[in-house]
């Protein structure tokens, strides 16, 4: 059948190239008053019959255009749109050269004589910082969803996982209306809402509470993804409605009903499955099929997150449940509002087996582990975020956030160590059970106040982020060690552990206004963290057969805190053409500790100079180049600064260093932007740098019998390097076809420091990883996505007794769906892996198929679909981690094959206005 479709779609192609005809239409844009050319005016052919866009362009500087395309329609509806000027239409007889001349186009303010027509659909429109698209210009299914017109668009890449890019340029949140969408994970927004009732696509940097007040630009570092709903649209509600069932008692449930009327929305959503799946899709044709991560990507993760909630305990297999509310309204200039509450229940069981190969100075020796996992999690989470404006001059904002949640879990694990001969060493079997509840509360409110018209302003904002963490575990373990001094350690406790963290924070910021676009920032940032612990550890007695003896070694309670003073200077400088800021932050940290049980305590400052520094020059209408540094204060953990023994690991006892000192890192990024709207083709170039001095690292010993003992340090010399660069192209032809396609290289080279046994280990580890993909589109009736990507990688050390390691991996992944016969909907997701640095008994590869094949019925609003995951059954979660004396196989718990069937309903009712269409001069 894939035969016979291919070869239909291939006449079909051929047959409208024998009919089509290409052609170029030049011209030059101009104010119709004063003769000043108008640049980046857009320029768009649409056909005559059912107005489907064929191909646009952007004016250049000096007002010129040049619309080429190809089609196969004789006469076009050509149009001319320019913010805040009356838009013009013609209608043109095709040749292959045909020159305008001068397009005069007058102010909307006044009055034209003429046609006025309606449906103008303006493709792209170029503003002072937007970049905004007419999602209607985008043909795509009826059914569609926000992500698959989000593919669509020039410069707008969406991988598989969802996460979106423009033109290299992460997209950070995904608005509607303005406001947040139940969360600001981008993917709630785009695999839920559809695409049908979005007006505009509005793309710009993302900014800051301060500099949305401000009315100041972003830095660019991250997109924000604007969606406003059409006017007709505004008013009523949708709902989406899904549920499936298939083998081995696979299920999915999810539904979503929103409620727009005018700015003020309501939604609810909610989802049950035992699939890994969010169930917060509503794509018509790969939902319902589980997450294939952990197979073809050798990443075992089962759990997901939206926004601040997690489903899983990261490993396995998931079965979740969630239902949530979400409000959001607002009036201009007045206030915005908008808050949303989640439950989430899910429950995880994992599998998993490893085997470590652990280097030493003078040899080697290898551990096998058997892991077994099941735990469960149920949450209540509820935040806000409410802006009042009392006048032009003064905004107060609060953000408060509440969770509490509690966590069961039971784990078992063997395992067993032994030398390079075979010989075992040493063996531990371990059972831990922990019952625990958690909670917090956050709360940021910020006072904004402008103190004039030239940027002078006042900020202060005050934190607060309390945090409790309630856990009862019992842990039982046995290690046996072997050979000459056979000995054996058994150990049966239970572990009250209670910690408090409180942390308050409060910045004020004062603004002075140099010169024009020079501005000088005064700040101070005063951080107090607070955490109090106990950790009382009970052993068993057989006597009384209760946990009656207090072990005090392993005991602890202490009080735990560190206090940051900032104050800080810098010059920020806003204008179109360049940007730029630096800022100095003298940094005094104190930390101090004590602990009642084992009697000790220590204080320590420390001072430290800290820089942050941007800047952002633009080329040209389309070019930039941008540069970032950040240097940044890492502070030892507690548990990494606590003198007392985690017996966690019987075999691997960690102890912490009272001495340690914070780390300083510092990162610098520069990046290249050039995306040219007009011909769709996009360059994004970065290079940056990662370095750290004073990096806690872990320090290891080992004796004869193979026990470990694990302390920190701070060690220097760590760096990481890595660039690469994204090249992307879009061809159109008329409404035929589109083909999209981008090439992706990137390199890392990295150098970690750290000590085995004593011995200084060092590991150079170089990786390339260049990756080609590309998305044909013919007609709507099918979707081609082919994908490539090889890695090399190759790390060496310095020891002549450790190896170095050298492998290569390959993943290619080919998407295809058929939209023929018309209400049929055919979609195959087709992946193969191949991990070359996977050891003896571990899959080096697999071949990852999904299918579905679904039938639309009731005017698209009811799809019946049969799908099935890893068709070929193939789907592994195995791969190697290396460390810097440790090379590491894992292997766990996946999805296996099955089969469902399901049944999506849709249902949408708007009512209110109808969209009020800008006029359009008509001219024949």
């Known amino acids: 059948m894939l035969k016979v479709l291919c070869l239909f779609f291939i006449a079909l192609f051929l047959s409208f190239q024998v009919q089509s005809q290409e052609f170029i239409i030049k011209g030059i844009v101009m104010d119709a008053p004063s003769n000043l050319p108008l640049e980046a005016s857009t320029i768009y052919a649409e056909s005559i019959q059912d107005s489907t866009l064929i191909t646009y362009t952007i004016s250049e500087k000096n007002g010129s255009f040049a619309l080429e395309g190809k089609t196969a329609l004789k006469e076009v509806h050509l149009y001319f749109s320019y913010n805040g000027y009356k838009s013009i239409v013609r209608k043109v007889a095709l040749k292959s050269y045909l020159d305008l001349g001068v397009i005069e186009m007058e102010e909307q303010a006044q009055e034209l004589k003429g046609v006025q027509v309606t449906g103008e659909r303006v493709p792209i429109t170029i503003k002072k910082d937007t970049l905004e698209f ?30 979106i890019t423009v033109n290299g340029k992460e997209v950070s949140q995904v608005l509607v209306n303005g406001q947040v969408f139940f969360s600001n994970d981008p993917k709630v927004v785009t695999k839920s809402l559809p695409k049908e009732i979005i007006n505009k696509i509005q793309i710009t940097d993302t900014k800051t509470k301060t500099q949305e007040f401000t009315g100041e630009a972003g830095d660019g570092e991250t997109k924000t993804i604007n969606l406003t709903i059409k006017e007709d ?73 939206i926004g601040d909630m997690s489903f899983g305990f990261g490993q396995g297999i998931t079965t979740s449940s969630n239902v949530g509310a979400s409000y959001a309204n607002q009036q201009k200039d007045k206030y915005e509002v908008n808050g949303n509450y989640f439950f989430a229940y899910s429950d995880s069981f994992n599998d998993e087996k490893t085997s470590r190969e652990n280097i030493l100075p003078d040899g080697r020796f290898f551990t096998d582990s058997e892991t077994n996992f099941n735990g469960n999690t149920n949450s209540n989470q509820g935040s806000a975020n409410l802006e009042f404006d009392i006048d032009k001059t003064f905004r107060i904002s609060l953000e408060p956030s509440i969770n509490i949640s509690r966590t069961n879990s039971v784990n078992e694990r063997t395992t067993l160590s032994s030398d390079e001969n075979g010989n075992a060493i040493n063996s ?16 940021e409110l910020t ?55 409180d942390s308050y924070s409060a910045e004020l910021t004062y603004r002075q206004v140099l010169v024009k676009d020079l501005f000088l920032d005064f700040g101070y940032e005063y951080e107090n963290f607070q955490q109090n612990n106990t950790k009382f550890v009970f052993d068993f007695d057989p006597a009384t057969l209760g946990y009656d003896n207090f072990n005090q070694l392993q005991s602890s309670d202490f009080k735990f805190s560190n206090i940051q003073q900032t104050p800080s200077l810098g010059l920020q400088r806003n204008n179109k053409k360049f940007r730029f800021g630096v800022t100095a932050y003298y940094k005094i940290t104190t930390l101090e500790n004590f602990d009642v049980i084992q009697n000790s305590a220590f204080e320590k400052t420390y001072e430290n100079i800290l820089f942050r520094a941007n800047a952002n020059y633009a080329i040209g209408e389309n070019k930039s ?27 691997n006892i960690v102890v912490g260093n009272q001495n340690l000192a914070p780390a300083v890192s510092n990162q610098t990024y520069i990046n290249y932007n050039n995306y040219n709207w007009k011909e769709r083709t996009g360059l994004y170039a970065y290079l940056g740098i990662f370095t750290e001095k004073g990096r806690v690292s872990p320090i290891t010993t080992t004796t004869e019998d193979l026990l470990r003992t694990t302390t920190y340090d701070n060690i220097d010399g760590n760096y990481n390097l890595n660039g690469g660069f994204s090249l992307s192209k879009q061809i159109k032809k008329d409404s035929t076809y589109t083909l999209k396609y981008s090439i992706k290289p990137y390199f890392g080279y990295n150098k970690n420091i750290g000590f085995t046994n004593g011995s200084r280990l060092e590991a150079y580890a170089l990786s390339l990883s260049p990756r080609v993909s590309a998305t044909f589109n013919f007609r709507e009736l099918v979707e081609l996505e082919p994908e490539y990507g090889i890695t090399f990688n190759d790390t060496r050390y310095n020891l002549d007794g450790v190896e170095d390691v050298n492998f290569i991996s390959h993943n290619v992944g080919f998407k295809a769906t058929t939209y023929w016969p018309e209400n049929i909907v055919w979609g195959n997701d087709i992946n193969y892996s191949y991990n070359g640095n996977v050891g003896p008994g571990f899959d080096r590869d697999a071949l990852f198929w999904n299918m579905s094949l679904g039938v639309q019925m009731l005017k698209n609003n009811v799809t019946l679909k049969v799908s099935a995951y890893d068709l070929l059954n193939q789907n592994i979660n195995t791969r190697r981690t290396t460390g810097q004396d440790f090379i590491q196989d894992f292997q766990g718990t996946v999805l296996q094959r099955y089969f469902m069937f399901s049944v999506t309903f849709k249902f949408d009712q708007f009512g209110g206005k109808k969209a009020n269409k800008n006029s359009m001069f008509w001219v024949d």
């Open 447 to 501: 006072l904004f106040k402008k103190l004039d018209t030239l940027g002078r302003y006042v900020r202060l904002s005050i934190t607060n982020d309390n945090r409790l963490n309630r856990n009862e575990s019992n842990f039982n373990s046995i290690r046996n060690t072997f050979g000459d001094d056979a000995s054996q350690d058994i150990l049966d406790q239970q572990t009250n552990n209670n910690t408090k963290n």
């Open 428 to 443: 531990n079997s371990s059972l831990t059970r922990d019952d625990g509840y958690q909670s917090r509360f956050s709360n």
């Open 625 to 651: 180049l941008s540069l970032w540094s950040n240097s940044r204060l890492n502070t030892p953990t507690v548990n990494q600064l606590q003198p007392i023994p985690n017996v966690s690991d019987p075999l």
């Open 233 to 305: 649209k505004n008013n009523g509600y949708l709902g989406r409605l899904a549920a499936g069932y298939g083998t081995d008692d696979r299920y999915q449930l999810n539904g979503l009903v929103n409620y727009f009327n005018g700015q003020e929305r309501m939604s609810v959503i909610a989802g049950s499955n035992n699939i890994n799946n969010s169930g917060f899709s509503f794509d018509e044709i790969y939902d319902m099929v589980g997450n294939s991560s952990g197979g073809v990507t050798f990443n075992n993760s089962g759990a997901f997150r």
């Open 134 to 163: 007419n999602a209607d210009s985008f043909k795509t299914r009826p059914d569609a969803t926000v992500e698959d017109v989000l593919k669509k668009l020039p410069g707008v890449e969406v991988d598989g996982d969802g996460k």
